[in-house]
T-cell receptor
């Protein structure tokens, strides 16, 4: 069983919808939680980074971490066609949000105009 | 723009051959991590180099090896290529070992 499981999708929503992307994990040592966005034929780019449990908001994006349930989520409000991409959750036990991260397999999101 | 560049962009090799992939880190970054991303999967950590020394390794066999140069650029070498090595190979650099990493566009390797 993988250490990080991500809802596989694909997900298709109309423009303006609220999107919820989710991951679960099994390693209690994970303390740093990241969300990356990956466009086709590009490398991942960091969207959100949180440490330990709680919520973090950045514009239209909100990251939520529940360490007791080993569950993390990314919410996208007022989704736009430009948000269409693959979203990857990632976690690490130490070293902040740098290398040695364990990634989920990604959820592909399509936002239709 | 992230500033991390990788070469080549695409590569086709046959089983048993050897390959070298290259990464130029963003200016001022001393840490480089390599990841393998198979189709439909998330990136898997191969290893990290910090100031020219290996600083952690994932669950990859010894035929995956690396190098970091004094200018902090890096190479990933894979010997005795197998069909399952076909993937997108990503390089990420960071200012220091505990800082935000920035990914390059990747090298797509196909092993026939």
């Amino acid at each position: 069983q993988k250490e990080v499981e991500q809802d596989p999708g694909p997900l298709s929503v109309p423009e303006g919808a609220i999107v919820s992307l989710n991951c679960t994990y099994s390693n209690s040592a994970f303390q740093y939680f990241m969300w990356y966005r990956q466009y086709s034929r590009k490398g991942p780019e960091l969207l959100m980074y949180t440490y330990s449990s709680g919520n973090k908001e950045d514009g239209r994006f909100t990251a939520q971490v529940d360490k007791s349930s080993k569950y993390i989520s990314l919410f996208i409000r007022d989704s736009q066609p430009s948000d269409s991409a693959t979203y990857l959750c990632a976690m690490s036990a130490r070293g902040g949000n740098a290398g040695k991260s364990t990634f989920g397999d990604g959820t592909t999101l399509t936002v239709k105009p | 723009e992230t500033g991390v560049t990788q070469s080549p962009t695409h590569l086709i090799k046959t089983r048993g051959q050897q390959v070298t992939l290259r990464c130029s880190s963003q200016s001022g970054h001393n840490t480089v991590s390599w990841y393998q991303q198979a189709l439909g999967q998330g990136p898997q950590f191969i290893f990290q180099y910090y100031r020219e020394e290996e600083n952690g390794r994932g669950n990859f066999p010894p035929r995956f090896s690396g190098l970091q140069f004094p200018n902090y650029s890096s190479e990933l070498n894979v010997n005795a290529l197998e069909l399952d090595d076909s993937a997108l190979y990503l390089c990420a650099s960071s200012l220091d070992a505990g800082e935000t990493q920035y990914f390059g566009p990747g090298t797509r390797l196909l092993v026939l």
